[in-house]
């Protein structure tokens, strides 16, 4: 994704290219949160009898909850919940609205810590570098913030963790700026289709037990209606009019009209369904009551699993 083809020509439109420190301190942070969370864990205290062994006791207070109890090399579900995962009864009924925003820096285990942080760094890095951190900063935390609403409306009877809707924002972002700033790609059709590519697979991989799919959803369109209003570039040609001597040219527009329509909208739809989610969701509302196929989109039964 980061070929020749899909940079921007930054050496003819007189782009600098930003520092990516961001993206590198978001993975630091959720490593060191990791290694907090298993250190208060501590399975060799906590899990008892035959089937209770903890995996890799060399780490002693640092090793792994049983695999049938957490397959992903991680702590407990108390552990998550006491740390502040995503529990909708707590959420709601306990009042403890901060959990929306820490699910994201918790991870069910070791497995699931690496997969989320070396996507982060792919997109994040790539992101950063071109726009900057604000911008990228504020597409983590709201995607993430987005994803963690949608999952307490459809999973109330289970907790939730993981920067899985921030990630998914972010490679929404990524989708929303090829489509928002088309005609300044090169390899338009391949960009494309990497990008669905991508995110159906990590859609897809959402439909195994375990796996919050309903945080990827919602952080994945959130980001994808943020990256019309952050990441809108101006139009080819824009720079090099602007730096020629023809004054007496006709003024040329710094933006396309579509890229003004397309940020519109996704104002609109990003504040609306921020609003509307949060609303349905202190009001006690059950997702799955207003759209009855929608639990199929976490998880589909098979003959080698149940949901």
């Not at 009924?93 to 994201?104: D, H, P, S, V, Y």
Request: proline content about 3%; charged content about 15%.
């Amino acid at each position: 994704m980061r070929s020749r083809d899909m940079e921007r020509g930054r050496k003819h439109r007189g782009d600098t290219q930003w520092t990516a420190w961001l993206t590198p301190t978001i993975v630091v942070a959720n490593v060191s949160i990791f290694i907090v969370v298993m250190y208060t864990n501590d399975c060799p205290k906590t899990t008892t009898g035959a089937n209770g062994d903890c995996v890799a006791k060399l780490l002693r207070r640092f090793s792994f909850q049983p695999l049938r109890e957490n397959p992903f090399l991680g702590p407990s579900s108390s552990t998550l919940e006491k740390l502040g995962a995503l529990d909708w009864r707590k959420v709601v009924q306990g009042n403890e609205k901060w959990r929306l925003i820490t699910a994201m820096w918790l991870h069910a285990g070791i497995i699931h810590l690496v997969m989320n942080m070396f996507d982060v760094i792919i997109f994040g890095i790539r992101l950063e570098q071109q726009f900057g951190f604000i911008r990228i900063g504020l597409i983590y935390l709201i995607s993430g913030f987005g994803g963690s609403i949608l999952s307490a409306l459809f999973l109330q009877k289970s907790i939730s963790v993981g920067a899985s809707g921030a990630l998914l924002g972010l490679m929404g972002a990524m989708l929303s700026e090829l489509l928002t700033n088309w005609t300044i790609y090169k390899s338009k059709l391949c960009a494309l289709l990497s990008f669905l590519f991508i995110i159906a697979i990590n859609l897809a991989i959402g439909l195994l037990p375990w796996v919050d799919n309903f945080a990827h959803i919602g952080g994945l369109l959130t980001g994808f209606c943020l990256g019309f209003i952050l990441l809108m570039q101006p139009q080819s040609g824009w720079e090099e009019f602007r730096n020629s001597s023809q004054y007496g040219a006709r003024a040329r527009s710094k933006y396309n009209p579509c890229q003004y329509v397309l940020f519109f909208v996704a104002a609109v739809l990003v504040v609306a369904g921020l609003t509307v989610g949060l609303v349905m969701l202190f009001n006690g509302e059950n997702g799955n009551k207003h759209c009855k196929w929608c639990h199929r989109l976490d998880c589909y039964p098979t003959s080698k699993w149940s949901c």
